[in-house]
């Protein structure tokens, strides 16, 4: 899933909205939601953040800056509970090795350690 497109399918299937419904809310004609959705327009970034917020997801999500996503309702609490800073860690440690996220986990230990010592 790493184009803008395939992430608005994703989104709008997942929450059961038609292609038509979808453009209605934000404002465009379904025509082109579907260029958006094929990959043929970029959505401009007002259209952007109109999406994200109808989708209920992120402008970030939606261009691919970070991977993480939540059903709607887990969405909004998390929200809530992480900053911007520890959803990007987040999405960095999720793309690691298994290996990698081990040592990261020890490093932060570490870390937490000599904190807790000082």
């Not at 520890?86 to 040592?103: F, G, H, I, W």
């Amino acid at each position: 899933m790493n184009s803008i497109g395939k992430r608005i399918v994703f989104l709008r299937e997942e929450r059961d909205m038609s292609q038509k419904h979808l453009a209605y809310t934000i404002g465009i004609a379904p025509t082109t939601l579907s260029r958006y959705e094929n990959n043929l327009y970029e959505p401009k970034a007002e259209i952007l953040n109109r999406l994200a917020k109808a989708l209920d997801t992120t402008s970030d999500f939606l261009i691919g800056l970070t991977d993480i996503y939540e059903k709607p309702a887990d969405a909004r609490k998390r929200k809530s509970e992480l900053t911007a800073d520890e959803q990007r860690l987040l999405s960095y440690y999720r793309k690691l090795t298994d290996l990698n996220q081990a040592r990261l986990k020890e490093r932060a230990e570490t870390l937490l350690d000599l904190q807790e010592k000082k």
